[in-house]
């Protein structure tokens, strides 16, 4: 997946923060991951600039989806 | 004479033809594989999560029922005896228990997913997320960016 994050996170600059977190070494990760409910690995958590979750992605997810859920939050 | 097998030849491709539309028969009741259990799916079955509330609130397999299996033993009345049930937990552990309480109470049709929903999601299957009580752990604040952000959670297995 990582390839497909690191393009769109260079391609949304500027307009969605992205932050990553690897849940096994980085415990705001792990503290955040549980807050969403996050229980396998990859999650993605779409979230709007008013803190609203537009979305939640559990698994390996295609890279025109994702684009879909970026393209929506607000 | 070959009127007559003409005719069973056409019988013989259209029960054929049948069988290829419902898909086959159902897999031997046991242990199966993601690829039987989306077949056991298909088939209309009942799709058990057999844990915590908190682990189901987190993602589970589309029209899933969430009953812990602590409490399965209790809770059998509100299952249907005649349809098959898919059973799953995180790994496949928690399911093997639930499995045998069905079997007792003479449910006949009870499958077993080996890999659990771990190993579902692993695969790329549909796993979905009850975001309205997944949120009520508490709502993150807005970024100090002001933007929207996408949270990715994962690991280097």
Known sequence: MKPVVDGLKQE????????????EKSAEGADLASTFGAQFVPT???????GATSETIVGAVSEAKLRAALDKLK | MTRRIAIVAALLALF???????GGPLPAAGNVSNADAQKVIDAGAVILDVRTPAEFQGGFI????NIPVDELATSLSTLDKSKPVLVYCATGSRSVTA???????????VYNLTAGIAGWAQE??????????????????????????????????
Request: glycine share 10%; aromatic share 14%.
């Open chain 2, 99 to 109: 499995v045998q309480i069905l079997k007792n109470a003479g449910f006949e049709k």
């Open chain 2, 16 to 22: 054929a033809a049948l069988a290829g539309c419902s």
């Open chain 2, 62 to 65: 589309a029209e899933a029922q």
């Open chain 2, 124 to 157: 790329g299957l549909d796993v979905t997320t009850d975001q309205q009580v997944a949120a009520g752990g508490g709502e993150p604040t807005p970024s100090a960016s002001g933007l929207p952000v996408m949270y990715e959670f994962y690991t280097d297995w």
């Open chain 1, 12 to 23: 949304y600059e500027g307009t969605v923060e992205f932050k990553l977190y690897d849940v």
């Open chain 1, 44 to 50: 993605f958590v779409f979230v709007n600039a008013d």
